[in-house]
């Protein structure tokens, strides 16, 4: 079989044969294979055995054909060689051994260098460059979404803490801010020297700011982190995440090549909102896929045919997929975006 760069090309807003899918958590607990993998290792154990953690990211591509493979890992992996002491709770998420708030607090984190630090993560990368027939997308956190974690200590509804150091302490902020910057900047470049076809950014809670604060103690980070990797050969990909619509003006001028779209906007009001500089990833509601068939059916098929308004497009859903969705049900719909986008675009 030949590589498929169809993935690519949609990100690059070049011609396709169909609209190019894949699926944010398309590894995970939805997988009979992958719980028992878990049965016998936690997840920071999988993302440490590069072998393991190659095998669990190929699974999905090849149970469900999609058309990228994501990395195995997690936001915080990176935040570890950082000095930040972490845990992944099963069905909580990742909680730290203690907060990071104060001045010494942030003075004490370190840059990272992937060589050293997280050799297992690049040799992971170097495994399914030489296996996958589809790009590898390599990712990390964005500076808001580790911070929220870093600050309020684990999963948060308000980001209280969060916001507390950022209205009352900006300098310290920014410092934080600054930190994570860099160390995204340098991880990513590790990443893509390895075999990483495209990388994405993940800023999955960014949605809980106001645009306004978004942008003056975000945006110039984000800004910052796709100049730095403007040079890089490989598309980029941000994701504003959950209820992002109010941001999505403010990316209009980022470097980066494709934005990624949770449900609450469509995708052509993503586009109206976001202008034309950029191409759209997105944006089924995960929930959809424990809808009945046809409804399921119905709204991809509204998603493919306003994704196809316009050169560059990527299916995929708004968020990641749950453990209680069924394998094919996933399967049928990553067989009708091919099909039907293909009748679309070679009519
Ligand atoms: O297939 C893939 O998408 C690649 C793997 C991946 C994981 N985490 C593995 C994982 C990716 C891309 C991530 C990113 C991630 N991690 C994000 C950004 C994307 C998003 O979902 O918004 C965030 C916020 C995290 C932090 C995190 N890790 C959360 C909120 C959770 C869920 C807690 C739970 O148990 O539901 C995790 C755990 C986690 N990371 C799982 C997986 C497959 C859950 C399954 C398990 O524990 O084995």
């Excluded at 920071?44 to 590069?50: A, D, G, K, Q, S």
């Excluded at 001045?103 to 030489?130: F, G, K």
């Excluded at 052509?268 to 896929?289: F, S, V, W």
Aim: with cysteine.
């Amino acid at each position: 079989m030949s590589f498929n760069d169809t993935f690519i090309r949609a990100c690059l807003k070049q011609e396709i044969e169909h609209v190019p899918v894949w699926y944010m958590r398309q590894a995970g607990r939805y997988q009979a294979e992958y719980r028992e993998i878990r049965k016998k290792h936690t997840l920071l154990e999988i993302c440490r055995i590069p072998e393991l953690c190659a095998e669990v990211t190929i699974l999905p591509v090849q149970q469900l054909g999609v058309d990228a493979a994501i990395l195995f890992s997690d936001i915080m992996v990176p935040l570890g060689p950082m000095g930040v002491k972490y845990d992944i709770i099963e069905k909580r998420g990742p909680i730290l051994e203690t907060p990071f708030r104060n001045a010494d607090d942030i003075a004490s984190l370190r840059n990272i260098e992937p060589e050293e630090d997280l050799s297992y993560v690049l040799e992971t990368i170097q495994i399914l460059a030489r296996e996958l027939k589809v790009p590898l997308i390599g990712f990390t956190g964005a500076p808001f979404t580790l911070a929220s974690y870093m600050v309020e200590g684990g999963p948060s509804r308000n980001y209280i803490r969060t916001k507390q150091m950022m209205y009352g302490q900006p300098e310290l902020w920014n410092r934080l801010m600054e930190k994570l910057g860099s160390m995204i900047v340098t991880y990513l470049k590790a990443q893509i020297s390895a075999g990483a076809g495209a990388v994405q950014i993940f800023d999955s809670w960014a949605g809980a700011l106001a645009p306004e604060d978004y942008k003056q103690y975000v945006y110039p980070t984000m800004k910052r982190i796709f100049q730095e990797l403007k040079e890089v050969p490989v598309p980029k990909i941000y994701f504003g995440g959950v209820s992002s619509g109010e941001l999505l003006p403010l990316w209009n001028d980022l470097d980066a090549d494709v934005m990624g779209i949770d449900w609450r906007v469509s995708i052509r009001e993503g586009r109206k909102r976001i202008g034309n500089n950029h191409a759209i990833q997105g944006n089924l509601d995960p929930t959809m896929l424990l809808a009945p068939w046809s409804k399921l059916e119905s709204k991809a098929k509204e998603i493919i045919d306003q994704g196809l308004e316009a050169p560059g497009f990527v299916f995929n859903l708004g968020h990641g997929i749950f453990p209680e969705v069924p394998g094919d049900m996933l399967k049928r719909l990553t067989d009708y975006v091919h099909e039907y986008s293909h009748s679309v675009l070679n009519k």
